[in-house]
């Protein structure tokens, strides 16, 4: 069963969850950010939907599908904060059929850098001591993204390890996934594979040389084994702290509840970045920057 702890005051990350961080690649915190942290972080995500999606394309993003690879407004979001919308959101023909606010699946991919909300949240003495107490010592913001998880049409997120999108030799990616709702097997809580993280990862998403992003396997089986899936149903200001390479998965929210989350991504500064990832910095622009 996947290692669930709480903080102390006096000694941050408890060994015991180191030990199970390594593993299992995968660590639930509960009780890590309070309820109005998680309340603030989600009305200024609704903040920036309406100020943003309103003068954004109809861009749709999902794991099953890697069209939205091709999209020039994708990769620019690595460096901006934009929705992105539910497939569910549009009727057969591309009319938005739901509330704007009810559209969106997901925000990304520089909150934490761009936006004095998100920045806040995503910085802190105690994130870092989680990170050099899971292994990453010297860490660095790379990505963030808040997911809606819409009800009713919030999408299936396959079953994936982040270090495909974001590739480092050696593989240092973190995760760090807040509950910003309540999270169980009704709205689509997370569900993952304790202990595959040490098979290696599988795929890694790159850029080709002609420009184009694509996906290549580094395995021959690509099939995830998902008999020994484990839900993590949590309650909100619970973080759950995952290796690059843990996978990971989430059904579609049929239900009438959300289920909002804050991700983070990070990377050690000593590792090497590939220039075929699709994230970088741009000409110009300061570093990326650690928690503190």
């Given at each position: ?8 005051a006096?000694?941050p990350?408890p060994?015991s969850a ?7 690649g995968v ?14 972080l ?5 903040e920036?939907v ?11 993003f999902?794991?099953?599908?890697q069209?939205h690879?091709?999209d020039a407004?994708?990769?620019a ?5 934009s929705?992105f919308f539910?497939e569910?959101?549009?009727d057969?023909h591309g009319?938005l ?6 559209a ?11 936006d004095p909300?998100f ?6 003495a105690l994130l870092?001591?989680?990170a050099?107490g899971?292994?990453l010592?010297?860490a660095?913001?790379?990505q ?5 998880k819409q ?6 997120v396959g ?6 999108y974001?590739?480092t ?6 995760g ?11 709205n689509g809580?997370?569900?993952g594979l304790?202990?595959?993280h040490r098979?290696?990862?599988k795929?890694v998403?790159?850029r ?10 580094l395995q ?16 909100l200001?619970?973080l ?7 996978p ?6 049929r ?5 909002h989350?804050?991700?983070l ?15 970088q910095?741009?000409?110009g622009?300061?570093?990326?920057r650690?928690?503190?």
């Amino acid at each position: 069963m996947i290692h669930r702890c709480r903080l102390d005051a006096d000694r941050p990350l408890p060994a015991s969850a180191a030990e199970a961080f390594s593993c299992d690649g995968v660590v639930v915190i509960e009780d890590f950010v309070t309820r109005a942290q998680c309340a603030a972080l989600r009305e200024r995500a609704l903040e920036l939907v309406a100020e943003h999606a309103p003068h954004a394309p109809g861009t749709v993003f999902s794991t099953r599908d890697q069209r939205h690879a091709r999209d020039a407004y994708f990769e620019a979001s690595a460096n901006r904060i934009s929705p992105f919308f539910e497939e569910g959101a549009f009727d057969a023909h591309g009319r938005l059929c739901v509330p704007l606010d009810r559209a969106i699946n997901k925000l990304g991919h520089a909150m934490h850098d761009l936006d004095p909300v998100f920045r806040a949240f995503s910085s802190g003495a105690l994130l870092q001591s989680v990170a050099q107490g899971l292994g990453l010592a010297d860490a660095r913001l790379v990505q963030s993204m808040y997911i809606f998880k819409q009800p009713g049409i919030g999408g299936e997120v396959g079953c994936h390890q982040d270090s495909t999108y974001l590739y480092t030799e050696p593989q240092s990616v973190l995760g760090l996934w807040f509950a910003i709702e309540d999270a169980h097997r009704g709205n689509g809580c997370l569900g993952g594979l304790a202990g595959e993280h040490r098979r290696g990862l599988k795929e890694v998403f790159r850029r080709q040389p002609d420009g184009a992003l694509k996906l290549e396997a580094l395995q021959p089986d690509l099939h995830w084994d998902t008999a020994g899936l484990e839900w993590l149903e949590v309650p909100l200001g619970t973080l759950i702290a995952f290796n690059g390479s843990f996978p990971h998965l989430s059904e579609a929210n049929r239900s009438a509840q959300s289920r909002h989350a804050f991700t983070l991504h990070a990377v050690s500064a000593a590792a090497h970045y590939p220039a075929s990832n699709w994230i970088q910095r741009r000409a110009g622009d300061p570093p990326w920057r650690g928690f503190v």
